[in-house]
């Protein structure tokens, strides 16, 4: 079956502890990215991945990290998570025509 | 970059009745424009696309038409059915391909038994 998955699905962490959300797909696709989903700010587009090793910044960048050292996995990064980076994450997989999002990671920092 | 912009916010309509929702977008660039459906606690999912060299587009109850020179798109809805309602999000790629989206804010649509 082709899919995206999200690991972990939900997760309290607290300021500065430094955390990674996996990404991983199975259906040979170039292109990954990651998004984050606020209420009323809809899909923000966080980090993208033409291909393994390259990789560009998105719309809201700012205190994540992203790796492509697979082709299949696109891992998240956030080195000193902040309260104003709780947020539903979303990592997405993507032909040319269709974005295929994983199931969300809700995380939230105090 | 390109900004995206969705109205209206939340549209309630009657089971039966049409749903039409509008973007605009400010770069004259993009060229690729997608509408995905977000239900309740689950992920965006893609239900219809179009491209600029196309007008219109339609699949089944759902259509989506294209106007480049006002830079705005609608997605519509007919025979609206209590499953439509969801959050539906325009988007809309200045670039070849799908890897560069700029999503609007969605619209959360409720359709009344």
């Known amino acids: 079956e082709a899919q995206v998955t999200q690991n972990p699905r939900y997760l309290i962490t607290v300021t500065g502890k430094k955390l990674t959300v996996t990404c991983s797909q199975n259906?040979?696709?170039?292109?990954m990215s990651w998004y984050r989903q606020d209420p009323g700010l809809g899909l923000r587009q966080i980090y993208y991945?033409?291909?393994?090793?390259?990789?560009d910044k998105g719309d809201v960048p700012e205190g994540y990290k992203v790796s492509r050292k697979e082709k299949r996995n696109f891992p998240l990064i956030l080195e000193s998570p902040s309260p104003n980076q709780t947020s539903l994450y979303f990592c997405?997989?993507?032909?040319?025509?269709?974005?295929?999002f994983g199931p969300g990671t809700r995380l939230t920092v105090t | 970059g390109e900004n995206v912009e969705q109205h209206p916010s939340t549209l309630s309509v009657q089971e039966g009745d049409s749903a039409v929702i509008k973007c605009t977008y400010s770069?004259?660039?993009?060229?690729?424009f997608p509408w995905y459906k977000q239900e309740l606690g689950k992920r965006p999912q893609l239900i219809i696309d179009?491209?600029?060299?196309?007008g219109e587009k339609k699949d089944q109850r759902i259509a989506v038409t294209l106007n480049k020179t006002a830079k705005h798109f609608s997605l519509h809805i007919t025979e609206t059915q209590p499953e439509d309602s969801a959050v539906y999000f325009c988007?809309?790629?200045?670039?070849?391909?799908?890897?560069?989206?700029?999503f609007g804010k969605g619209n959360q649509v409720v359709v009344i038994p």
């Open positions: 991945s033409m291909n393994v090793e390259v990789t």
């Open positions: 770069d004259s660039a993009s060229n690729y």
């Open positions: 988007a809309a790629s200045p670039y070849y391909g799908n890897n560069r989206l700029a």
């Open positions: 179009i491209r600029s060299n196309v």
């Open positions: 259906m040979n696709h170039e292109y």
């Open positions: 997405a997989s993507s032909t040319d025509y269709e974005q295929y």
